[in-house]
């Protein structure tokens, strides 16, 4: 079975900080992943994903992840975070090809201080 | 707005009662996804729908069951609430099976 392992559960940054989450997922064929955030008191909505093709994926808000096949990971980056990037972070997983459920990860908590 | 709609928004019930809550997917989207998000355990899936037919389980306890409608709706029952059902739960929907999925605003359950 698929799963996803997201190491930091809590990350604390000060504004214009750089920010890495990392994501790993353990299946050995083909992917498709997602990040999904959730903003503080907020549903979960897409920041980015990736199916194919170049392993770098821009997402909104200045958000980007790198897919790389051999680590099986597939972490979150940004630059430079605000004060507004302050929500939790979820890496998604899903077998592509046929059907399969998506695994979520346990979450990151962002925590960026003005 | 994600375009998936749930009812309630909140709900406080009794231990030991029974409620339903409502999930309208988006417009088009033959998928429904239903999660348990609680400070404990996080965010767990719970049951998926595709076009009325149940393809996949996950955490589920045998006191929750869910069903998905002709018209794509869903509903998600809890019974003999205990305290630790208290969480959020969240609606999601997607055109198929798998691909990127739209969340709802959630359902807050309280058991008191």
């Known amino acids: 079975a698929q799963s996803v392992s997201q190491h930091n559960h809590h990350v604390i940054l000060s504004e214009a900080a750089s920010l890495e989450l990392g994501c790993n997922y353990s299946?050995?064929?083909?992917?498709?992943l997602f990040w999904y955030v959730q903003y503080p008191g907020q549903h979960l909505q897409l920041l980015l994903k990736?199916?194919?093709?170049?392993?770098l994926v821009k997402g909104i808000k200045g958000f980007e992840a790198e897919f790389i096949k051999s680590k099986f990971s597939f972490n979150l980056r940004k630059p430079s975070v605000q004060w507004s990037d302050t929500a939790e972070y979820f890496c998604?997983?899903?077998?592509?090809?046929?059907?399969?459920?998506?695994?979520f990860g346990t979450g990151t908590k962002l925590q960026v201080i003005p | 707005d994600s375009g998936v709609t749930q009812t309630p928004k909140h709900l406080i019930t009794a231990t030991g009662q029974r409620v339903t809550l409502r999930c309208s997917p988006r417009?088009?989207?033959?998928?429904v996804y239903w999660y348990q998000q609680s400070l404990d355990q996080g965010l767990q899936f719970l049951i998926h729908?595709?076009?009325?037919?149940?393809?996949a389980k996950g955490n589920i306890l045998e006191r929750f069951s869910a069903q998905q409608f002709p018209d794509l709706h869903s509903e998600l029952n809890l019974s003999s609430l205990e305290l630790g059902d208290s969480a959020l739960y969240f609606c999601?929907?997607?055109?198929?099976?798998?691909?990127?999925?739209?969340f709802g605003p959630g359902t807050r359950l309280t058991v008191t």
């Open positions: 999601a929907s997607s055109y198929g099976g798998g691909d990127e999925q739209y």
């Open positions: 299946y050995g064929g083909t992917v498709n």
């Open positions: 990736y199916f194919s093709g170049d392993p």
């Open positions: 998604a997983v899903k077998n592509s090809g046929g059907y399969q459920k998506v695994t």
């Open positions: 417009s088009g989207d033959l998928s």
């Open positions: 729908y595709y076009n009325g037919e149940e393809r």
